[in-house]
């Protein structure tokens, strides 16, 4: 397995992308949800369901065990942006001690991927190629507790072409709610 560098660049920015137009460039699909959950699968839910309105966006309801998305996508080596916008309810908390943040890929189901540690309340983004044990992670840590749109963006180097990668954002046990409004992955 082979761990590359990663820059996490943890941006705050108070737009929301909600209903913005995909760039040709976008490596994932339906990320701005306009299709429902259409190319994503595991713990989450439409957010028309979650909350009984018409808004589009993934509801991720953090419960006793680490949670997960993901979606599969054709890779391509270089430099990618990984943005998420999203909102978490007022009385979200993440919780358990530090050994909940160690050994995060057994924790999200990948046990076969070296595994790395995360700081309590951190969250995150996963690229891997499971049959070859290969991935680049970053991690995420929302930067306000109350319920305004929040933007976090990290940067990861991919060193070879891939046509079964998958796509994960982790989130660890708590309470509350993260509701997604957008990912998106981009060349630099």
């Not at 701005?32 to 309801?61: I, N, Q």
């Not at 700081?119 to 840590?141: F, H, M, P, S």
């Amino acid at each position: 397995m082979h761990l590359l560098h990663l820059s996490v660049l943890a941006l705050l920015l108070v737009s929301s992308t909600m209903g913005a137009v995909a760039s040709a460039d976008e490596v994932l699909q339906n990320g701005d949800f306009s299709e429902g959950l259409t190319h994503w699968e595991g713990d989450c839910r439409p957010l028309s369901v979650a909350t009984d309105s018409m808004a589009r966006g993934a509801a991720v309801e953090l419960l006793s065990t680490w949670a997960k998305m993901t979606q599969n996508f054709e890779a391509k080596r270089g430099r990618y942006v990984i943005s998420v916008t999203f909102t978490m309810t007022p009385d979200t908390t993440f919780e358990g001690g530090m050994p909940q943040y160690r050994k995060i890929p057994k924790k999200l189901g990948f046990g076969d991927l070296t595994q790395f540690n995360l700081q309590r309340g951190e969250w995150c983004i996963l690229v891997t190629n499971i049959a070859a044990r290969r991935y680049d992670y970053c991690a995420i840590k929302p930067l306000k507790k109350d319920s305004a749109p929040q933007t976090m963006t990290c940067e990861i180097t991919l060193t070879r072409d891939d046509d079964e990668a998958l796509f994960c954002l982790g989130f660890p046990p708590g309470h509350g709610v993260i509701t997604l409004q957008n990912v998106s992955m981009t060349p630099k």
